[in-house]
């Protein structure tokens, strides 16, 4: 099988998307088929015939993203000389229209990944708004509903793409991570070289540190605990545009010097920091599928987080760690942090727990998912014209998809002065 994938973040850019795009293309690489990935320019990024890097803006408006400047020529040639057969977009715009457009003219069945609330991200974008958020929001369900397929990176996403009126067929399967890898990392090795104590108890976070992702609040509820503690120490792995902000709350509230950021990790390295972590701590409010809290388990972690989309469907509160409504305060998170930590014989049953929890999540076990849901795509899925059409055929296959794409487009803007269904569904 040939498989074209569409993504607006690939690596060496750190992210959840990015690495849950690389995580699948190497997982069906070792089940036999071929892949290969339309991507944008990014900076360090290694050549490869497997990987078409199109024009791209690096670092958008001052974030870590890229967004790829029109070349349709270059990415037609590229997918016909591939020829898949089936493709898969990871992003509703950009790409994701390019990705569109070349499923309408190959006549190959397309699926569309939701990894991202997109709403929760227009902070990015120039003359943020509630009427952008809106757009966000209706875009990415008019996306949903051209395509074959939608993929559902958890249950929560898959109820509120249905409430937002997604009528193409919904199916949940979370993104694969190498349990084997994160349950077998060296935390004494991180820790010397960090320059951890071996002994300090240490509280981990891993993640970009972007507004999104609600830190600010996570700040200030392990600074109240790691006051309390002396001996505790909170390592954050991961970088980005709230780090600066996130130093001052700890030094505004004495503890600066328990506080130890190592940046961006990944591979072996990642495994270590999470290895090197004696319990895991997360805030976010805009995941679609903990895959930190995944890794975190994987490795053994027990988990203090926030009620919110993609966390429930891992944190098993009492189970293998401790699940708090999304709006409780700071206090109330720190104290269940203490209590947690307190506990010997509670965390430890957490951290077995923990291991089993992400079994689920495996890299296989997800990818195999994925590889069927292609195969009964490309089964099922009905041509528009022969296999050899004429070049009439193709120009109104063109219109056709450019008109829906026209469409989709006008609807999200019509969105941002009236509330539609979409607009109007919110997650529980």
């Known amino acids: 099988m040939r498989i074209a994938m569409f993504t607006n973040t690939y690596l060496p850019h750190v992210g959840g998307v990015a690495r849950s795009v690389k995580t699948l293309e190497d997982a069906c690489r070792r089940f036999g088929h071929e892949v290969k990935v339309v991507a944008p320019e990014f900076d360090g990024a290694e050549v490869s015939e497997d990987v078409l890097r199109v024009p791209a803006i690096q670092k958008f408006n001052g974030s870590d993203f890229c967004v790829r400047l029109p070349m349709p020529n270059v990415i037609r040639d590229f997918i016909e000389d591939f020829g898949p ?7 509703p715009f950009l790409l994701g229209d390019a990705a569109l457009r070349e499923s309408w003219k190959m006549q190959v069945p397309i699926l569309f990944t939701h990894h991202t609330l997109y709403e929760r991200y227009t902070h990015y974008v120039p003359l943020d708004s509630l009427a952008l958020k ?119 509230a004495g503890c600066g ?11 072996q390295e990642l495994a270590d920091a999470y290895a090197a972590m004696d319990w895991f701590v997360f805030a976010s409010q805009t995941e679609t599928q ?85 195969e009964e795509l490309i089964e099922s899925h009905d041509r528009i014209f022969d296999d050899d059409p004429m070049p009439w055929d193709r120009l109104m296959a063109s219109v056709e998809v450019e008109w829906d794409l026209l469409s989709a487009k006008v609807s999200a803007a019509a969105a941002a002065v009236i509330e539609t269904p979409a607009t109007e569904a919110s997650l529980d």
């Open 257 to 267: 010097k328990q506080v130890h950021f190592a940046g961006k990790k990944s591979g």
């Open 134 to 252: 809106r757009m966000a929001i209706q875009l990415a369900t008019e996306y949903c509903n051209l395509c074959d397929q939608v993929i559902a990176p958890s249950d929560s996403i898959a109820k509120l793409l249905h409430d937002r009126m997604v009528i193409t067929p919904i199916r949940s399967i979370p993104t694969g991570i190498d349990t084997e890898n994160f349950a077998a990392g060296d935390g004494p090795r991180f820790r010397q070289s960090a320059g951890i104590p071996l002994e300090a108890r240490v509280i981990g976070h891993v993640g970009r540190l972007a507004r999104e992702k609600n830190l600010i609040f996570l700040c200030e509820a392990v600074a109240l605990r790691l006051k309390g503690d002396p001996q505790s120490l909170f390592l954050v792995v991961g970088d980005g545009d709230a780090r600066e902000e996130m130093v001052g709350i700890f030094e505004k």
């Open 85 to 91: 057969d089936v493709i898969h977009s990871h992003h």
């Open 290 to 374: 903990g895959i930190v809290l995944a890794e975190a388990m994987a490795a053994g972690k027990p988990v203090v987080a926030l009620d919110g989309p993609g966390v429930r469907e891992i944190v098993e509160d009492g189970a293998n760690g401790i699940l708090l409504r999304a709006d409780a305060p700071a206090e109330e998170f720190a104290s269940a942090l203490e209590m947690l930590m307190a506990d010997e014989v509670f965390s430890g049953a957490c951290s077995e727990r923990a291991r089993e929890s992400a079994e689920i999540y495996t890299t296989d076990h997800c990818a195999r998912q994925m590889i069927r849901c292609y």
